[in-house]
């Protein structure tokens, strides 16, 4: 059926289309696809699931929520997923924890207590499917150098976060022409 909800492209925020050099003036924008940007870390800890996370997955958490804030994408919405993020890295350093401890293979024994041969440590296959979501999840909010610059942030520069970000982003205190 045409011109339903659901034909076409998922619309996106005009921040994201502007950050991302996408936004044009010539087309038609309805209003409502943009929802209140978070600016301060406190109103990240007011998701629901955040209390069950460990301390180190609350330390990645409120990181990303950080880096998302700095380049003002982070929207109420996005917390959840940024949460599953989390969740899902604390899981993959758990298994990767596992495998530094046990190694990639455990012996098997028969009934004489005889090696029989060797099985793959359960932790190591969780452990890949732990990164695939950590990296889908990542390269929607900017994580990896390509994600960042792919994101043209226009941020202020006199935000001590921003600073940093825009250092990383130009390869330099000053760009690369710094060096």
Same mark, same amino acid.
């Given at each position: 059926?045409?011109?339903?909800?659901?034909? +076409?492209?998922?619309?996106?925020?005009?921040?994201?289309?502007?950050?991302?050099?996408?936004?044009?003036?010539?087309?038609?924008?309805?209003?409502?696809?943009?929802?209140?940007?978070?600016?301060?870390?406190?109103?990240?800890?007011?998701?629901?699931?955040?209390?069950?996370?460990?301390?180190?997955?609350?330390?990645?958490?409120?990181?990303?929520?950080?880096?998302?804030?700095?380049?003002?994408?982070?929207?109420?919405?996005?917390?959840? *997923?940024?949460?599953?993020?989390?969740?899902?890295?604390?899981?993959?350093?758990?298994?990767?924890?596992?495998?530094?401890?046990?190694?990639?293979?455990?012996? *098997?024994?028969?009934?004489?207590?005889?090696?029989?041969?060797?099985?793959?440590?359960?932790?190591?296959?969780?452990?890949?499917?732990?990164?695939?979501?950590?990296?889908?999840?990542?390269?929607?909010?900017?994580?990896?150098?390509?994600?960042?610059?792919?994101?043209?942030?226009?941020?202020?520069?006199?935000?001590?976060?921003?600073?940093?970000?825009?250092?990383?982003?130009? +390869?330099?205190?000053? +760009?690369?022409?710094?060096?």
């Amino acid at each position: 059926m045409a011109g339903n909800a659901n034909s +076409g492209r998922r619309q996106q925020p005009e921040e994201l289309m502007r950050l991302k050099g996408t936004m044009q003036p010539s087309r038609p924008r309805t209003k409502g696809l943009s929802g209140k940007k978070i600016t301060e870390i406190m109103n990240c800890s007011k998701v629901a699931g955040y209390r069950d996370l460990t301390k180190r997955a609350k330390a990645m958490y409120l990181s990303a929520c950080r880096q998302v804030m700095s380049f003002r994408l982070l929207e109420h919405g996005d917390l959840p *997923q940024l949460l599953i993020y989390a969740k899902e890295f604390d899981r993959y350093l758990q298994c990767d924890e596992d495998l530094n401890a046990n190694g990639r293979y455990k012996y *098997q024994y028969d009934e004489d207590g005889q090696i029989r041969g060797t099985v793959e440590n359960p932790s190591f296959r969780q452990m890949m499917k732990c990164w695939d979501v950590v990296k889908a999840i990542s390269s929607n909010y900017g994580f990896s150098p390509y994600d960042r610059q792919r994101l043209k942030a226009e941020t202020d520069p006199e935000d001590p976060t921003t600073k940093i970000v825009n250092i990383i982003m130009n +390869g330099g205190a000053n +760009g690369p022409d710094d060096q």
